[in-house]
């Protein structure tokens, strides 16, 4: 997948659009079949910002979507380590938000009434104040982490991961000489298939018991429908803003509105 993104990279400083583009389709098609989200978020990434570029803004839109959501659980990963190295690691990334949310600007200018603003709101929100919001999730989780149905589930999800990662690293390593390696690729993808969807049950039953849990392993971003719903009283209003390299966005947002201005 490396290999494919400099190829990529290079054709597309040639001018060579059509091919640039199927390398990266290549690159983005090996890093999810590897299992492998660092690349798979270099190459989203790459990939949606060469669509972008050429005025693309739909096209690219589901690479950038992909590569965020990769982003942030690569993030998750960094737990543990000191919080100026974890928001160094996502300082590396920063410009992945900053492009998505430019890009639906974009679409938002063509489509007003198209839900762009309330996309653009949801995107910021990953970002902002992480650590933060996530010590308070932290502190939440603490309270059932010795409950013994919870470890049990727990522990299912950890080892189910586990499965995945050996069986998508056995699949890229399975050589094509090596003998029945079609039979034995058709089996180790349909062990992949079934792992994920034991690992839906689980994950599903943690979110419906343990939603703080789950909101720390598999973070959400938060959309207007939970400030309008849930979040927001009566009276009460959210004012946020995101500062890009050109223009700053602000939102306001009570029960039954939202605004957004561009400046």
């Excluded at 659009?17 to 290549?26: D, H, P």
């Excluded at 570029?53 to 982003?71: D, F, N, Q, V, W």
Aim: a positive charge; proline letters at 4%; hydrophobic letters at 40%.
């Amino acid at each position: 997948a490396a290999t494919l993104t400099t190829l990529a990279v290079s054709l597309d400083r040639q001018g060579k659009i059509v091919e640039s583009e199927q390398v990266y389709l290549r690159a983005v098609d090996t890093s999810r079949k590897a299992g492998n989200p660092r690349t798979l978020l270099l190459n989203s990434s790459r990939l949606g910002f060469a669509l972008a570029k050429r005025g693309r803004y739909r096209e690219a839109l589901p690479y950038y979507r992909e590569s965020i959501e990769t982003l942030d659980r690569l993030y998750v990963r960094t737990r543990g380590l000191a919080e100026d190295t974890r928001q160094a690691f996502l300082g590396q990334y920063s410009n992945i938000y900053l492009e998505t949310i430019r890009l639906l600007l974009q679409l938002h200018k063509t489509s007003p009434q198209g839900g762009f603003d309330r996309q653009i709101l949801e995107v910021a929100s990953r970002n902002q104040s992480r650590v933060f919001t996530e010590m308070m999730r932290i502190a939440d989780v603490a309270r059932f982490s010795s409950d013994p149905a919870f470890q049990l589930l727990r522990n299912r999800q950890e080892t189910l991961h586990g499965r995945l990662d050996a069986l998508r690293q056995a699949v890229v390593t399975l050589s094509p000489a090596q003998p029945n390696a079609d039979a034995r690729r058709t089996d180790l993808n349909g062990q992949i298939d079934g792992s994920n969807r034991e690992l839906r049950v689980v994950e599903d039953q943690l979110l419906a018991r343990y939603p703080r849990f789950m909101e720390l392993t598999n973070p959400r971003p938060v959309t207007v429908e939970d400030l309008q719903g849930k979040l927001l009283k009566p009276g009460e209003a959210l004012l946020t803003f995101v500062l890009l390299p050109q223009e700053t966005v602000v939102f306001a947002v009570t029960r039954d509105r939202l605004k957004m201005t561009v400046s």
